[in-house]
């Protein structure tokens, strides 16, 4: 299987500064199709998990654009432009290029 | 407006059984793959199974092979999980999550591509 790993665990953000989180697979997560399945999803407390952003950079419907994906092959980033405090939550990168699906161990983003 | 809707979680003893459903709305049901994805308290994400549009081809995660069985019933737009000789590491909130196509069957085996939209979950406590 792929291993997603992310860095930091946890990331403490002042509000209105930028954040940025990162994820390394184990093997390219480059399809025989050309494309890159790698995701964000975003999960606030208590609540499930939501898409952010699929094949690295593009950005789910409704997702404001203080948020943005770049990457390829194994190194990836998820960026937010200026923290607000909706942003608080666990991050995960998850991998769908290779059965089976893969998730990154998650990050915590906290405001400080 | 897509929603998903999971039921049949609870409290069960090991080596029980316990049947979840995911009630979907919102979008043409059978043209989607669908998946179980669970999430053990405290931990992060982990997939479980995924069933093509059509119910005709199903995966599992290794973790659960030969004891969890996913199924839909697309006159009724619902997905199940029956889960059989349950183990305390079992112990999660179980989420439905709707592919964004069908299931692509390759040589390198099945494509989910991404989750799109997630349900709320259903809570199953495995303990005595």
């Known amino acids: 299987d792929i291993v997603m790993t992310q860095t930091p665990l946890s990331s403490p953000v002042t509000l209105g500064q930028p954040a940025s989180i990162s994820c390394r697979s184990s093997q390219s997560l480059v399809h025989s199709d050309g494309n890159t399945y790698l995701s964000w999803l975003q999960q606030r407390p208590g609540q499930p998990p939501r898409l952010l952003i699929y094949?690295?950079?593009k950005r789910f419907s409704g997702v404001p654009d203080r948020f943005s994906g770049s990457g390829a092959g194994t190194d990836f980033t998820l960026k937010i432009s200026r923290v607000e405090a909706e942003d608080v939550g666990v991050y995960y990168c998850?991998?769908?290029?290779?059965?089976?699906?893969?998730f990154g161990q998650g990050t915590r983003l906290e405001i400080k | 407006e897509v929603q998903l809707l999971e039921s049949g979680g609870g409290l069960v003893q090991p080596g029980g059984s316990l049947r979840l459903s995911c009630a979907a709305s919102?979008?043409?049901?059978?043209?989607?793959?669908m998946s179980w994805v669970r999430q053990a308290p405290g931990k992060g994400l982990e997939w479980v199974s995924v069933?093509?549009?059509?119910?005709?081809?199903?995966y599992y995660a290794d973790s659960v092979k030969g004891r969890f069985t996913i199924s839909r019933d697309n006159s009724k737009n619902t997905l199940y999980l029956q889960m059989n000789s349950l183990r305390a590491e079992d112990t999660a909130i179980y989420y439905c999550?709707?592919?964004?196509?069908?299931?692509?069957?390759?040589?390198?085996?099945?494509?989910?591509?991404?989750?799109?939209?997630w349900g709320q979950g259903t809570l199953v406590t495995v303990s005595s």
């Open positions: 999550a709707k592919s964004r196509k069908d299931l692509d069957i390759g040589s390198s085996g099945p494509l989910i591509y991404y989750f799109d939209y």
């Open positions: 094949k690295i950079s």
């Open positions: 919102g979008f043409t049901f059978s043209t989607y793959a």
């Open positions: 069933i093509s549009g059509s119910g005709g081809s199903t």
């Open positions: 998850m991998q769908a290029t290779q059965f089976p699906v893969t």
